[in-house]
């Protein structure tokens, strides 16, 4: 595996690299989500580039952006072992030599669930995703779905600004207890981590009465969030996956997200699980 750590020795490898080529974006503190990303950019493309890069322009002031994890030699290990051609490492003057003047603003789609909590979140995460795709010319690039907001802001990136790459989600890796996988789950400690799977819980809760005809939303969402104790809910919503905008009703016959977040102490958990409504709400769920 080659590593690059400026913009000029990405550039002048990724000229060799034979394509179609994958990029798995990452902020490094690499767990098996990101490995089952990597493996599968690996068996569909013929390079594979992963970066690393924790991206300060999508971290809020009081954020955690001095104290995220960062395990470089551990992530440099998996990634080779995983296959990976190039790791992406720059530091951030290389990413940002002078203060971001041009930044990509999504509109409506940061306006609701994290994009209300974290104002400025998904602004740098859409200048930062397209600074990587210019400067890696991928044919893929890979994210996990447990970013669902992410997800869909990237989607649109791509979409609206005419992108030549294809944007491939990789389902959401659990614990055995349902907790999603994520770099910030070190933070926990032993009673948050037993705690922590209540939002999954909470999740799967509404997806699975929103499946069988409940459409009652607003009541839905305040019964989990009574049980999510002793998590501190932040949000829950039900949203379209393309649009993130929190629903009271939910339309027939159609593909919907969960979605959630909660603090576990003063780390924030965020999940999202998928819900398909019936046809037709059944007569005795109507409430
Ligand atoms: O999901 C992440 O790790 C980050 O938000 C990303 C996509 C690498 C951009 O910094």
Do not use: W
């Not at 003047?101 to 979140?121: K, M, N, S």
């Not at 210019?134 to 600004?161: H, I, M, S, T």
């Not at 294809?166 to 400690?189: F, K, T």
């Not at 909660?262 to 819900?275: E, H, M, P, S």
Request: charged residues 25%; hydrophobic residues 45%.
């Amino acid at each position: 595996m080659h590593t690059a750590r400026t913009v000029r020795e990405l550039r002048s490898f990724r000229e060799g690299l034979p394509g179609p080529v994958a990029l798995v974006p990452t902020m490094g503190a690499l767990h098996a989500g990101h490995a089952s990303l990597v493996r599968r950019a690996r068996a569909a493309c013929r390079s594979l580039i992963v970066s690393s890069f924790v991206n300060p322009l999508q971290f809020g002031a009081g954020e955690d952006l001095g104290r995220y994890p960062r395990t470089p030699e551990d992530d440099a290990r998996l990634l080779a072992d995983e296959g990976v051609d190039l790791l992406f490492a720059p530091p951030e003057a290389e990413m940002y030599p002078r203060p971001q003047e041009i930044v990509v603003q999504p509109l409506t789609l940061a306006q609701h669930c994290e994009g209300l909590r974290r104002p400025d979140h998904f602004r740098g995460v859409a200048t930062v995703v397209l600074k990587l795709l210019n400067l890696c010319r991928p044919q893929q690039a890979y994210f996990g779905e447990k970013d669902a907001q992410q997800l869909a802001v990237v989607r649109r990136l791509v979409a609206d600004l005419h992108l030549d790459c294809d944007i491939v989600a990789c389902p959401i890796v659990r614990e055995a207890d349902g907790l999603a996988l994520s770099s910030r789950n070190r933070y926990l400690s032993p009673s948050e981590r037993a705690a922590a799977p209540n939002l999954h819980r909470a999740l799967q809760v509404i997806a699975t009465a929103l499946a069988s005809g409940r459409s009652d939303v607003n009541a839905l969402l305040a019964d989990s969030r009574a049980r999510m104790s002793p998590l501190r809910c932040d949000y829950l919503a039900v949203v379209r996956p393309d649009e993130f905008i929190p629903l009271d009703a939910v339309p027939a016959d159609s593909e919907l997200l969960a979605v959630g977040a909660a603090f576990a102490g003063n780390t924030r958990l965020i999940d999202a699980v998928k819900a398909r409504t019936p046809k037709r709400p059944t007569e005795e769920n109507v409430r």
